[in-house]
């Protein structure tokens, strides 16, 4: 079982929708990331959240809003999307920040923009 | 620049056959990590191996190896007496040492196992 949890694991909404992804750890990392991968492709990072804070913002469009209420949790929020954003959506985190630490993924959560 | 390259797109083996995923990686950056993932057709990506560039020893567990030659920028992946649960898509990942920069994934190998 993977120690990072994701929610939903599928999730269908219309372009005025809003929603909103969760992701959980305790494994006490303190670096959890957004990564985005569309079909056939690699992960892409959206967002890295070290201590709480965001550090990396990968030129996301507005339409994505990471939250890290604490350390143990990160949501993305979903507003305005466009179907192009239909992807598998995954959450990692990790000991420490974007060095050399290995990233620990979550099963992610398919996204469907209709 | 770097530049990560994973020239197997596809490949295909009978189950208990060995099979060699390769990885090669350009950069002028003498201290370096390399990781490998697999991402099993559930979808997440589980972490398998990091190396750093100063250690060019094999390695080997269970019944995966890595051959790390910094010479030719070459980290390969082999599966010896594959096993259908081995299919999946396998991403090399090179890291800098220094700096806050993204971990980039290569463009991965999907590897299925025929029974």
């Known amino acids: 079982d993977t120690e990072v949890t994701q929610t939903p694991k599928h999730l269908v909404m219309g372009m005025t929708n809003k929603k909103s992804l969760k992701c959980e750890q305790h494994?006490?990392?303190?670096?959890m990331y957004w990564y985005k991968q569309k079909a056939k492709k690699p992960p892409e990072l959206m967002f890295v959240?070290?201590?709480?804070?965001?550090?990396i913002n990968e030129s996301v469009p507005s339409r994505f809003s990471p939250e890290c209420p604490n350390s143990s949790l990160l949501n993305l929020h979903l507003h305005a999307l466009q179907p192009e954003d239909s992807a598998l959506y995954l959450c990692?985190?990790?000991?420490?920040?974007?060095?050399?630490?290995?990233?620990?993924f979550g099963n992610g959560t398919r996204l469907t923009v209709t | 620049a770097q530049k990560v390259t994973q020239a197997q797109t596809e490949i295909s083996v009978v189950e208990k056959e060995d099979v060699t995923l390769d990885c090669v990686y350009e950069?002028?950056?003498?201290?370096?990590?390399l990781f490998w993932y697999k991402q099993p057709p559930s979808g997440e990506l589980v972490f398998l191996i990091r190396?750093?560039?100063?250690?060019?020893q094999n390695e080997i567990s269970g019944r995966y190896s890595w051959n790390f030659q910094k010479s030719t920028s070459s980290f390969n992946f082999t599966i010896t007496a594959s096993q259908v649960v081995d299919s999946a898509v396998y991403f090399c990942?090179?890291?800098?040492?220094?700096?806050?920069?993204?971990?980039?994934f290569g463009t991965g190998t999907r590897l299925t196992i025929i029974p």
């Open positions: 950069t002028r950056d003498t201290t370096y990590y």
């Open positions: 990692a985190s990790s000991q420490e920040g974007q060095y050399n630490s290995p990233l620990h």
């Open positions: 959240y070290s201590y709480e804070k965001l550090s």
């Open positions: 190396r750093n560039s100063f250690d060019e």
């Open positions: 494994m006490g990392h303190r670096a």
């Open positions: 990942a090179p890291y800098p040492n220094f700096g806050n920069e993204k971990l980039t």
